[in-house]
């Protein structure tokens, strides 16, 4: 009774179902796997399976045999094309069975077609690919997030990515669009309202994409249990959208700006209709507009009338199209300037049916045309009767119009001036400053640039110049031509040289008169320290033929007074030419003469002098500036020795190009070249603590060395000495 059921069930079950032996016989089978997978209508039981059945992948085959030896095996769904070009997919779960204690006697077959479902999803697929629409799924009871492939596709992720809601919010644009969908998201889930939204996302690759996104909430006792919507990529469609709409705004708003009115006329009816710009234009309500053709023609000016109403004509007859201005009369008696613009069209025979134009006000146009004209006469008046000089040049800067004011300046006539370029009487020296004017002035944003520069006349004198430039540009924005001011500033110019050389040589008296004033002041004490020292040496001393000698030091500073003051004499004599004053002096002979007058201080000091100078070097120099250049550098080796030490002064010379190089090298207390290196020439400026100190020698040095066109430098180091050096011109 138990098999006889089990046999009723297994014939009668809605599912493919058969039994087969270890030799695939078959023992038993569903109604349902005679119908759908037999070949026939015989009865299959005790015949081997797949002589009875339909056509299957080897696949399939393989597993049954598997099966029966004991191996489970599952597939989902397998496609395969039979013999005759069909596509099929089958599905299957194949169940050993076993007889206890005896081993495997064969195996349950579970087999489906599923070839309509998966082409369905097949179809599903490719609707989604071909319209770029993919789906998605929240699950929010377990919180996962489900893309299809398409989905995936759309946000250029691999086919593996795994989305979470986090994840999948934060691929929506930053700003307006992710909070948007954030809103959306939660409003659906909390609220249970649907959504369809616009938005732009980033993908995965950083490409802005614009996409549709829909959702719709399922609910399960009162509670949203899961979110399901699609996701289509929408770029392409909606960038033309914006675009267009871009392009609507714009010639709405070009439209509104260049206030032009359209209009249609349909020639059959006699009806016309007109746009808002086109009432306003006109300065007519449009509820008292009728819309015929004898109503626009009315607020034509009557002079205009006739004109305009043949040109109507022609363009109806289709011999021209509308294309005139005109003027019309508004309710309060102004008179407006319009243009106006008409194509005619026709049916299929010839016959004119519909214009379709535009107009707009130009009595702003007109009116700026007729203050350009008296500005444009205004400008010519003033550029002819100018004071100054005036001119039009071209980019290249050649000459374009010149006014008289200009031609008087230049001696040339305009004719003359039409002929050269403003180059080619600029002066060599100013051509640089002509190129970069014209870089400044042709390339650059400058409204107005003043500079000065010299031309010559044409008689070859120098005209000096002050120069304004003004670039006006044509619509473009390229410079057509360039306004010239030219102030003649020739006699100023003039003015100003000589007064500068006068106050040049009002300068150099002044100098003169300091350097003589310290001169005196420095070198005539420093004689009378050497005499005064020599006096207290002969007071000291007893022994007659040292008492000699002393006189004989004496007698030679005298000497060296003298000739210093003869030599300051000659400062006195310089007024506004050092360097006309400039003679040939043996470097040997100076330095012999100098240490003469200074023996007393090189004895009390016990100074050694080691001097290493050619009897060739000569200098050009001022012989008094000479003698006391070398003379405060001595001095000061001496005044400045330091007390560790023996004084040591070598002194060398050398020639480097056309100069002489004079170094004197000590080995004195050294200066802070890092405290005081900038201040170290600097008058009254003192830079050790030594009681006759007045800082004034190497300020006079440096200026009468300059003065001599020469140069003088210091290197020193504290408590190690320094070197001093001077160049001057060779003599």
């Known amino acids: 009774m138990k098999t006889l059921a089990v046999d009723f069930l297994l014939k009668e079950s809605p599912n493919a179902i058969a039994i087969v032996d270890t030799k695939l016989n078959f023992i038993n089978y569903s109604n349902e ?216 705004e714009r010639l709405k708003m070009t439209s509104q700006t260049a206030q032009i009115g359209t209009w249609n006329y349909n020639l059959t009816e006699n009806n016309w209709d007109w746009d808002d710009e086109m009432y306003r234009i006109f300065d007519i309500e449009k509820f008292n507009f009728s819309g015929a053709f004898e109503a626009w023609s009315s607020t034509i000016h009557s002079d205009d009338l006739e004109r305009v109403l043949t040109a109507t004509e022609n363009a109806i007859n289709g011999i021209k199209d509308f294309d005139e201005e005109y003027r019309i009369i508004h309710k309060n008696g102004t008179i407006r300037h319009i243009k106006g613009l008409s194509k005619t069209i026709k049916d299929i025979n010839g016959t004119a049916v519909k214009m379709t134009g535009a107009n707009w006000d130009i009595t702003e146009l007109r009116s700026t045309e007729i203050k350009l004209a008296e500005s444009t006469k205004s400008f010519t008046e003033t550029f002819e009767h100018s004071s100054i000089g005036m001119a039009l040049v071209s980019p290249e800067l050649n000459w374009l119009k010149a006014n008289k004011s200009l031609c008087k300046s230049l001696g040339y006539s305009e004719n003359e001036l039409l002929k050269i370029s403003s180059n080619d009487i600029t002066h060599p020296d100013d051509l640089p400053g002509s190129r970069y004017f014209k870089k400044k002035v042709i390339e650059g944003d400058t409204i107005n640039l003043q500079f000065q520069k010299r031309y010559f006349h044409k008689n070859g004198n120098i005209v000096h110049a002050i120069i304004g430039a003004t670039p006006v540009k044509d619509i473009n924005g390229n410079v057509s031509h360039i306004i010239i001011q030219f102030l003649d500033i020739t006699e100023r110019i003039e003015s100003q040289k000589k007064l500068e050389a006068l106050v040049d040589v009002t300068k150099s008296q002044n100098e003169s008169l300091t350097n003589f004033a310290h001169i005196v002041s420095h070198n005539l004490r420093s004689h009378s320290t050497n005499m005064v020292m020599l006096t207290k040496f002969l007071n000291k001393e007893k022994d007659d033929d040292e008492r000699q000698n002393i006189h004989r030091m004496i007698t030679s500073a005298t000497e060296s007074l003298s000739e210093t003051i003869a030599h300051l004499n000659d400062v006195v004599q310089i007024k506004t030419g050092t360097l006309e004053n400039l003679q040939s002096i043996s470097v040997i002979n100076t330095i012999n003469h100098i240490t003469k007058s200074i023996n007393g201080l090189l004895e009390d000091k016990e100074a050694q002098l080691k001097i290493d100078i050619c009897k060739t070097h000569f200098v050009n120099a001022v012989p008094a500036y000479l003698e006391s250049i070398f003379l405060n550098i001595l001095t000061n080796a001496l005044k400045y020795s330091s007390e560790k030490r023996t004084p040591i002064i070598k002194i060398t010379s050398h020639i480097e190009e056309q100069f002489m190089v004079i170094s004197f090298t000590d080995n004195g207390q050294g200066i802070d070249l890092k405290r005081h290196g900038d201040k170290i020439f600097g008058m009254y400026k003192t830079f050790h603590k030594h009681k006759d100190a007045k800082g004034i020698g190497l300020f006079i040095t440096k200026n009468q060395i300059e003065s001599m066109s020469g140069s003088i430098n210091i290197e020193s180091e504290v408590d190690k000495g320094t070197k001093i050096i001077i160049k001057l011109k060779q003599g």
């Open 33 to 248: 796997w005679h119908d759908r997978f037999s070949l026939g209508n015989t009865d299959y039981v005790n015949k081997n399976l797949f002589e009875s059945i339909i056509e299957t992948p080897d696949f399939f085959k393989k597993a049954i045999s598997n099966g029966i030896n004991g191996e489970e095996h599952i597939n989902t769904g397998q496609k395969f094309i039979l013999p005759d070009g069909t596509l099929q997919w089958l599905k299957w779960k194949i169940i050993p069975s076993k007889v206890e204690n005896q081993g495997f006697d064969g195996a349950i077959i579970f087999l489906d077609d599923i070839t309509v479902e998966q082409k369905e999803i097949e179809l599903l697929h490719k609707a989604e690919e071909v319209a770029r629409i993919g789906c998605w799924e929240l699950d929010l009871l377990n919180n996962t997030v489900y893309w299809t492939k398409t989905t995936k596709e759309i946000h250029e992720v691999d086919q593996d990515f795994v989305p979470n809601l986090e994840e999948g919010i934060n691929f929506y644009k930053e700003g307006v669009h992710r909070d948007k969908i954030s809103y959306l998201v939660s409003n659906a889930i909390a609220e249970g309202k649907p959504f369809d939204t616009e938005l732009i996302i980033i993908t995965a690759k950083g490409r802005e994409v614009w996409v549709c996104a829909k959702g719709e909430v399922e609910i399960l006792n009162g509670k949203p249990v899961r979110l399901i919507g699609t996701f289509q990529d929408i770029d392409e469609r909606k960038k033309i959208e914006l675009a267009h709409q871009e392009i609507s």
